[in-house]
């Protein structure tokens, strides 16, 4: 789920990037990557912070190619174990920048995100394995983007929060 979600993420914003909207006051500007806590797997994933306590743990994120490539199909593999069901209600804060630029800091409903890597809530405990093919669009702006996907249920307990940097 937390490798969903933030590839939710990365597709979302690979393809949105003219649908930056103004942000809540409340929401965070600056998007930091701690080295610290890598994603297993091939990919340029890292954990927020210590992933110890997520409603999600993460096994291993592939990506193919690695890093994504515009223009090209972007192969997804995640495996994972969620601790706990994911019910109706659940937020994802996603921030894109692209360098400094903020290109879209929101918070969105977490069940309408996952149904495009074709998963529905209410999502339950267990094992979740994501297969999915991404086509890139070949208009990316080259330079650096940074992602961040912060993810909470419905009663605020963090389902996972990842960050990524691509430079296209």
Same mark, same amino acid.
């Given at each position: ?20 909207? !103004? ?118 702006? !080259? ?26």
């Amino acid at each position: 789920m937390k490798a969903a979600t933030l590839l939710a993420s990365l597709t979302l914003a690979s393809a949105a990037f003219a649908v930056a909207s !103004p942000a809540p006051a409340w929401l965070p500007s600056q998007v930091s990557i701690n080295e610290d806590f890598p994603v297993p797997g091939d990919n340029p994933l890292y954990f927020c912070s210590d992933p110890a306590d997520d409603v999600l743990t993460i096994e291993n994120v592939d990506l193919n190619p690695n890093p994504p490539e515009k223009g090209k199909t972007l192969s997804i593999t995640a495996k994972g174990t969620l601790n706990e069901a994911i019910e109706d209600g659940a937020k994802v804060h996603l921030q894109v920048k692209y360098g400094l630029i903020t290109l879209i800091n929101q918070e969105a409903d977490l069940c309408e995100q996952v149904k495009q890597v074709d998963l529905e809530c209410p999502l339950d405990k267990g094992k979740l394995v994501l297969l999915k093919d991404v086509d890139l669009p070949k208009e990316i702006p !080259p330079g650096k983007y940074t992602v961040l996907a912060d993810v909470f249920t419905k009663d605020n307990d963090k389902i996972t929060c990842l960050t990524a940097q691509v430079s296209f």
